[in-house]
């Protein structure tokens, strides 16, 4: 029994991996696009699970963190003087109480 769980866990582990490798055969047109994807899978497989580990303890030991709400807040800006005009007096359309 144990080797079957051991065989599931190691293909779906192995499995994207084989994809990733297959893809530089049909996928880069040069060898430096090939070069520069490889490199770019290399950094992938080794920090990938380290990366969202660390992305994931970061959320959470920052869930209740509101700090950046200030990020909204709004500033007035300073009133302009305005030149009075002689004429009849046009009523507000907006009420203030």
Partial sequence: MEFWVILSFSSV???PVV???LVVVWQPRGL???VQY????FIYVIFGSFLNILVLLY???NMNNFTWGQTRK???EP???TEKVIGPRV???VHTT
């Fill in 13 to 15: 582990m192995i499995l």
């Fill in 19 to 21: 994809y990733y490798i």
């Fill in 32 to 34: 430096q696009e090939r």
């Fill in 38 to 41: 490889l490199t770019g899978l």
């Fill in 59 to 61: 959320a959470l030991w």
């Fill in 74 to 76: 709004v500033v007035k």
């Fill in 79 to 81: 009133e302009m003087e």
């Fill in 91 to 93: 009523p507000d359309l």
